[in-house]
């Protein structure tokens, strides 16, 4: 009775192992919450820790590859411009080189912006690569 039951606790044990490693595989996946404040609080110094140097960049009326400090002015012109409402993410992921890539919805008033973020890991920190706002009026 004492080995059953030595058996089963480690049967659960590994249950839960599993389970937890999932979990972690998940978070692994999903975007650092830092950026998604950053985005949902309009602070461009914040977001642009994550920028790579240089980083592509999209906004209306700027699309090119800028320095991280560019980048920045940039990007807190644009939060200037358009102030958020709320920012959500609706897909995100990871590809097989191990790149993260989100897509989400930044608004501000009546402005909708889809959101585009792709982050590559360089020495082994996720850094945005390629961030874009676009509006269906671009």
């Known amino acids: 009775m004492k080995k059953s039951a030595q058996s089963g606790l480690l049967h659960i ?3 839960l192992l599993s389970i937890m490693a999932c979990f972690s595989v998940q978070a692994q996946n999903d975007l650092n919450p830092k950026i998604s404040a950053a985005l949902r609080s309009a602070n461009a110094k914040d977001l642009s820790v994550y920028f ?19 980048a920045e002015m940039i990007v807190k ?3 200037q411009k358009y102030p958020p409402s709320s920012f959500t993410l609706s897909h ?36 945005i ?6 509006s269906d009026e671009d």
Do not use: C, W
Not at 129 to 134: D, N, P, S, T, V
């Open 13 to 15: 044990m590994m249950v």
């Open 52 to 70: 790579n140097n240089p980083i592509d960049l999209t906004t209306p009326g700027n699309e090119g590859t800028y320095s991280k400090a560019q």
């Open 77 to 79: 012109s644009f939060f």
């Open 92 to 127: 995100q992921g990871k590809s097989n080189d191990g790149s993260q890539y989100a897509i989400g919805s930044y608004k501000s008033g009546p402005n909708d912006f889809r959101t585009y973020l792709l982050l590559k890991v360089i020495s082994g920190q996720p850094l």
């Open 129 to 134: 690569h390629q961030l874009k706002f676009e």
